[in-house]
């Protein structure tokens, strides 16, 4: 398989953050986050991003996810979609996003 093969495989589709609300059962503190992602429906998420965000700031929020890597559940919440980001220097995960908008659920290629 050539690495663009393998890219392939892995399904990154752009949603919108619809609901947001402290997840009370984690150990690290995190949110509960409802993605709206057009055409594949809302999509539950568990998501470490208290450091830098609040869920009054994360509603409306278009966000990258990969969708197609399975279902975890994290304390008690089903998380079926991993919403991307990446650490600043200091380690505090900032969310991938989008430049301008774009029909939700298309998929990154």
């Known amino acids: ?7 392939q495989l892995l399904e990154l589709r752009v949603g919108r953050i619809q609901k947001a609300e402290p997840h009370q059962k984690t150990r690290k503190p995190s949110y509960k986050l409802w993605v709206d992602l057009g055409e594949f429906g809302t999509k539950q ?12 700031t994360l509603v409306g929020r278009m ?4 969708t197609n890597l ?4 994290i304390v008690g919440f089903q998380s079926e979609v991993l919403v991307l980001g990446l650490p600043d220097a200091q380690g ?12 939700l659920g298309g998929r990154v290629y």
């Open 45 to 56: 998420s568990s998501a470490q991003l208290t450091d830098l965000y609040t869920p009054e």
């Open 1 to 7: 398989m050539t690495p663009y093969e393998a890219f």
């Open 70 to 73: 399975g279902e975890r559940n």
């Open 63 to 66: 966000v990258i996810c990969a």
């Open 92 to 103: 505090r995960v900032v969310l991938l996003a989008v430049e301008r908008e774009v029909p």
